[in-house]
């Protein structure tokens, strides 16, 4: 089952905030965030790990509640650069495979 | 360090047409898959493989075949293309909880 997320789409002016969600009806132990600029491939953002470990590249905070089984990612002082369809994959108990949200597009005026 | 290759980026294929995507990385990881993208939604998992020799099925296997003789090369095959074939095709790999992608395969099925 595809996990859920919202908002689809949101436009934010340059510095404002924005928070993109993830569910997932299935137990999570894991959610993967990637970020995917227009006609480029994906790139890795953070991962969120069961117990609350977090692994990432950049300086973007999020949240796992396993019992509700969301996450939410959370862009603070937006920069142009923030721009992109950012995507969650939940990771199940030793799966490797990701079952991929259908994204939330972030469009970032100046 | 060329991280993930992709050949080719753009293919157009005639209905019943056969091809092979090919994908290949050097950074030594066991975990390589296939995903397809179509507008509006996530990924989705052709196939996957955690090793030479040894490949799985994902999410939306029908009408491709994958092979794994060797750690660097996961090529995708497409059986007898159809135009619900029409798509971009990222190969990834992965070492650890990160993936890498590819820059993409563009194809289309007339």
């Known amino acids: 089952q595809q996990p859920v997320q919202s908002p689809q789409a949101v436009i934010l002016r340059e510095g404002e905030d924005a928070v993109i969600n993830c569910s997932s009806s299935k137990a999570l132990y894991s959610v993967h965030w990637y970020r995917q600029k227009h006609g480029e491939a994906p790139v890795f953002l953070m991962i969120l790990l069961k117990g609350g470990e977090q692994k990432g590249h950049e300086k973007i905070s999020a949240s796992f509640n396993e019992k509700k089984q969301q996450s939410s990612l959370y862009l603070t002082a937006s920069q142009l650069s923030y721009s992109g369809t950012y995507f969650c994959?939940?990771?199940?108990?030793?799966?490797?495979?990701?079952?991929w949200g259908a994204g939330t597009k972030l469009i970032i005026k100046p | 360090n060329a991280g993930v290759t992709q050949t080719p980026k753009f293919q157009v294929l005639k209905t019943g047409q056969s091809m092979t995507l090919q994908c290949a990385q050097d950074?030594?990881?066991?975990?390589m898959s296939w995903y397809r993208q179509d507008p509006g939604m996530g990924l989705r998992l052709i196939h996957y493989s955690v090793g030479a020799g040894i490949t799985d099925q994902g999410e939306v296997p029908n009408g491709y075949n994958v092979s794994r003789s060797t750690t660097e090369d996961f090529p995708l095959r497409l059986l007898s293309a159809a135009p619900s074939q029409t798509s971009v095709y990222f190969c990834?790999?992965?070492?650890?909880?990160?993936?890498?992608f590819g820059p993409g395969t563009r194809l289309t099925v007339t």
């Open positions: 990834a790999s992965r070492g650890g909880y990160e993936q890498y």
């Open positions: 994959g939940p990771g199940g108990d030793g799966n490797y495979q990701l079952i």
């Open positions: 950074m030594n990881h066991e975990y």
